[in-house]
């Protein structure tokens, strides 16, 4: 008789994880595309106290500190950004230790490069090279791995055009980063990443002086989630003024 209960705890808490994955990934998708940042910590702030952390789980927490940090570095909160880096840089560690997703853990390893120099851009000259080159290994050990391609593209966009960046080369990394992402369609439902994506392709045409693929773009981005506020409300209409004024 033992064994039939233990068979029954082994697939309550598997039904618990996914229960609860799948709630982490809906709360990060609304905090997104409501512009809730405050919502968005308090779901990783709830993940980080989980114990014991699976894999899965904590690479679902990596990704979502990934786009918490960004959101600080953007909104000039860097001492929240370092706290958050470092609890990143944990997880980023434990993978390569484990030597689970190498293309993936590049990719994060570029973004956390990245990150440094957005918090100190005297830096630039030093990490930003470094970052450039982990989103190129990333791609190098899967070609099929958006995320890769999106890191290349920021280092592009970012990186001023004195120093080699481009927003046109950018552009080219995001819009291959996205025809990755549609090969999977269902991997996207729900994604606030694809979201982030489309955002960064509309940036790069907005600063090409592309204003109608920019536009195009931001209705790409509604058809896929309506109640994406920050583009319903404020990107959009941008976009169209300066359509309207060229």
């Known amino acids: 008789m033992e064994r039939p209960k233990n068979i029954v705890f082994a697939l309550l808490l598997m039904f618990l994880f996914f229960h609860a994955t799948a709630s982490f ?61 470092a609890l990143a840089e944990e997880n980023l560690a434990f993978f390569e230790k484990s030597g689970k997703n190498p293309s993936l853990m590049n990719a994060y390893k570029s973004a956390i490069y990245g990150y440094k ?12 090279p470094k970052s450039v080159e982990f989103a190129k290994t990333a791609v190098e050990l899967d070609d099929k791995n958006p995320y890769g391609y999106i890191q290349i593209g920021n280092a592009e966009f970012y990186m001023p055009e004195i120093f ?3 927003k046109k080369k950018s552009l080219e990394y995001y819009l291959k980063a996205e025809k990755l992402m549609l090969h999977t369609p269902g991997n996207i439902q729900n994604d606030w990443n ?9 940036q790069c045409y907005k600063e090409l002086k592309q204003y109608q693929m920019a536009e195009i773009y931001c209705e790409k981005a509604l058809k896929t989630e309506p109640e994406y506020l920050w583009v319903k409300i404020d990107l959009l209409p941008k976009i169209k003024n300066l359509i309207k004024n060229q």
């Open 25 to 85: 990934k809906t709360e990060i998708y609304q905090a997104f595309i409501s512009n809730d940042m405050n919502r968005w910590k308090k779901v990783i702030d709830k993940m980080n106290y989980i114990q014991p952390r699976t894999d899965e789980l904590r690479l679902e927490l990596l990704n979502y500190q990934y786009g918490y940090i960004g959101f600080c570095i953007g909104n000039k909160q860097p001492v929240e950004a370092k706290k958050y880096l």
């Open 117 to 128: 120099v957005g918090l100190n851009k005297i830096q630039a000259p030093f990490l930003g």
């Open 164 to 166: 080699g960046g481009s």
């Open 194 to 202: 694809y979201l982030s994506l489309l955002v960064m392709i509309v």
